[in-house]
């Protein structure tokens, strides 16, 4: 299977964007699926995760209240949208595949399938 994210660039601070990420090799309907973010000098971090049918979702306190993840199954793609950007979202975006349908885990370990990453910059 093959993760390919897209979306990233560079943002105003206070603006929106959307991540996509689109799955090949199996159907996006087997696994469950996360966004995770490194900054600079910084550990890895959860964003977000969804479980396969879209119908429960968690997120990382610093995105609740301003952050959506979902997907569509049939065109094979999760989604990330952020909204209010702050200069502390800027980082790699990293979308992830967890063999467990049912899996909203925030740990790294628990996602078997990585994306390359999309690089988002956040200007004033």
């Known amino acids: 299977v093959q993760l390919q994210a897209s979306g990233g660039g560079l943002v105003q601070a206070g603006g929106s964007l959307r991540l996509s990420c689109a799955i090949s090799?199996?159907?996006?309907?087997?696994?469950?699926m996360g966004w995770f973010r490194q900054a600079p000098g910084k550990e890895r971090e959860f964003v977000a995760g969804?479980?396969?049918?879209?119908?429960?979702?968690a997120y990382a306190d610093s995105v609740k209240g301003r952050s959506t993840i979902s997907r569509d199954n049939a065109r094979n793609t999760v989604y990330l949208q952020l909204n209010r950007v702050k200069f502390e979202d800027a980082a790699i975006y990293y979308c992830?595949?967890?063999?467990?349908?049912?899996?909203?885990?925030?740990?790294?370990?628990?996602?078997?399938?990585w994306g390359q990453g999309t690089q988002v910059t956040v200007s004033s």
């Open positions: 090799g199996r159907p996006l309907s087997s696994y469950a």
């Open positions: 992830a595949a967890s063999n467990n349908p049912y899996s909203r885990s925030s740990s790294l370990g628990d996602y078997d399938h």
């Open positions: 969804i479980v396969w049918s879209g119908t429960m979702t």
